[in-house]
């Protein structure tokens, strides 16, 4: 059997703050392995840390700057709808591209962000930003297309996103059913890898995300769903839950890696509890930067708002009474809202000055010749930024304050694409606020308890490297998810991209295998095979 040159493991969401204890009392052996015979430490994400932004970083080496992508959905040039974003919207070369170029099979399983399927030296199947469908038949996820059939046949039913959802009182069939996936997940990484040997192989787990996102109430006391006996009972879930994906990788590893196989392990992000969700278009409405229009049925629609007649306090009703998160598309989700909703239909353009969309803070200033019906003048633009930013640094949530700073996009984005982030970007107090933009108007407070997820994502993620020049249990200080790429062609002797934001991490080599290495550089041009920007074919449901 032809053992891997190169094997890359996405945990998706892990965080040193949760696995780092169970490393220490050996109960993620593989990883504590891992870590013992090669190097580690905590990697930095990209802001903000959300999956789309931070595998689209991860898988090119660049800042969103340059490869354009700032979070699940992007504003649609002329309009202000917003779709989601996909491998052919990410405006940069994805590092396969370049070790295919330069001979190296790559095989991809479940990465976030490479729907829809391209041609590949290898094969490919998508993970995150595939649509939802019921029936994958009709979804081409896989590269060559046909993979899809055989996986199939011979490994069985195969799901891209588990259909479970944690619901009050049904922890353990949220655990139960993310163990399914993860069998399946886990035969058919090994069924492909033994089937369609390859150079370079890269996977990523889904379900570590999913189990923080919706049972972290459970672990930390201080979080307002907490409960003293519901945790008792529920608390192992999440830990059990890594022992089981720490034992896979074992079994893989053990299968089809030697000695010689460079081994990374890599979340795109951390977790942390999430204790409210900021509505900061309810924010900018009260404050009189937003506007509605004043038809009669926005003025039904925003009566029924005001007495609590939201998105939110139904999917709290819904919630209580055993339901869980539907599986309902983007597009269908949106067009519900505006219905019976105040919704982005509502909004009167010609006479709002800012608005929001997007995870974590991000606001848009409706930019005269920029916005379709922009009307804030290039004169006032810098004052009513600054005007914003000082109100949201005095917003309360009770006696605490919400946005713990405001953050320059000149400062951390870089690159052509710097344009298509917000205006106006903030760090939330600890993440443990988060806004939730995907919606005009969720609730009718501009910050209340959060629902449906009790954790939500942090910027410190993890990196563990194991392999030859590497050093045994060495604790590296300082990496980023932009650096993990650059290492990897370094490590092959593969030119790097000129226009990559990383740095070789000189520190985790040993001296003799630095010296008989040299990094080289040249320029790439090519982004995705189709070479197009938009998927509007494509049709999703929510993510993250």
Same mark, same amino acid.
Request: net charge positive; hydrophobic share 35%; glycine share 10%.
């Given at each position: 059997m032809k053992k891997l040159r190169c094997l890359i493991i996405g945990l998706d969401g892990a965080t040193f703050d949760l696995i780092g204890p169970w490393i220490e009392d050996g109960s993620l052996r593989t990883l504590k392995r891992l870590m013992e015979e090669g190097a580690y430490g905590v990697l930095r994400t990209e802001f903000p840390p959300i999956t789309a932004c931070a595998w689209s970083s991860f898988l090119t080496g660049k800042n969103p700057g340059k490869h354009g992508i700032y979070d699940f959905l992007y504003r649609e040039e002329g309009k202000y709808t917003s779709r989601p974003n996909n491998r052919l919207t990410r405006r940069a070369c994805d590092f396969w591209q370049i070790f295919n170029q330069y001979g190296f099979s790559t095989g991809l399983i479940n990465v976030p962000m490479t729907y829809p399927p391209g041609e590949i030296k290898g094969y490919m199947i998508t993970g995150i930003m595939t649509p939802r469908n019921r029936n994958l038949d009709r979804v081409n996820?896989?590269? $060559?297309e046909t993979l899809k059939f055989e996986i199939e046949e011979k490994? %069985?039913?195969?799901?891209?996103? $588990?259909?479970v959802a944690y619901r009050r009182g049904k922890a353990k069939e949220l655990y139960e059913g993310l163990l399914r996936d993860l069998k399946v997940k886990s035969k058919t990484i090994q069924y492909l890898l033994d089937r369609y040997p390859t150079d370079l192989n890269m996977f990523v787990i889904g379900g570590t995300d999913r189990i923080t996102h919706e049972l972290y109430h459970f672990i930390d006391p201080n979080h307002p769903y907490y409960n003293r006996w519901e945790a008792r009972k529920n608390k192992h879930f999440i830990k059990d839950y890594f022992i089981k994906v720490d034992e896979e990788l074992g079994l893989i590893i053990n299968k089809f890696c030697s000695k010689d196989t460079l081994i990374i392990v890599m979340s795109d992000h951390g977790m942390g509890p999430l204790y409210k969700w900021i509505h900061l278009n309810v924010w900018l409405l009260k404050e009189g930067y937003l506007k509605l229009k004043k038809s009669f049925l926005t003025k039904v629609k925003k009566m029924l708002f005001d007495i609590g007649f939201t998105p939110s306090n139904i999917y709290r009703i819904l919630l209580y009474l055993g339901f869980s998160k539907s599986n309902v598309s983007f597009e269908q989700r949106d067009k519900l809202i505006s219905y019976f909703f105040l919704s982005w239909?509502?909004?009167d353009w010609e006479r709002t000055? #800012?608005?929001s969309r997007g995870h974590v803070g991000q606001v848009f200033i409706n930019k005269r010749g920029? +916005?379709?019906q922009g009307i804030v003048g290039e004169e006032k633009f810098c004052s009513l930024k600054r005007e914003i930013e000082e109100k949201l640094l005095q917003l309360q949530d009770k006696d605490k304050y919400v946005v713990e700073k405001i953050l320059d996009p000149d400062q951390i984005y870089k690159g052509p694409y710097r344009d298509l982030s917000a205006d106006i970007i903030f760090m939330p107090w600890k993440l443990e606020y988060f806004a939730l933009g995907t919606s #005009?108007?969720?609730s009718n407070k501009p910050v209340e308890l959060c629902f449906g997820n009790t954790g939500n994502h942090r910027m410190e993620g993890i990196?563990?490297?194991k %392999? +030859? %020049?590497?050093?045994k249990n060495f604790k590296i200080q300082e990496a980023r998810i932009v650096d993990v790429v650059v290492n990897l062609l370094f490590y092959y002797n593969l030119p790097i991209d000129k226009d990559m934001d990383c740095v070789v991490l000189e520190d985790v080599y040993d001296s003799e295998f630095l010296q008989s290495k040299k990094p080289t550089y040249q320029s790439f041009n090519f982004r995705s095979s189709e070479g197009e920007l938009s998927n509007s074919k494509y049709d999703y449901s929510d993510e993250e």
């Open positions: 996820y896989t590269y $060559p490994v %069985g039913k195969y799901s891209i996103h $588990p259909r239909n509502d909004i000055q #800012a608005y920029r +916005e379709p #005009a108007f969720v990196f563990i490297i %392999g +030859e %020049g590497i050093k």
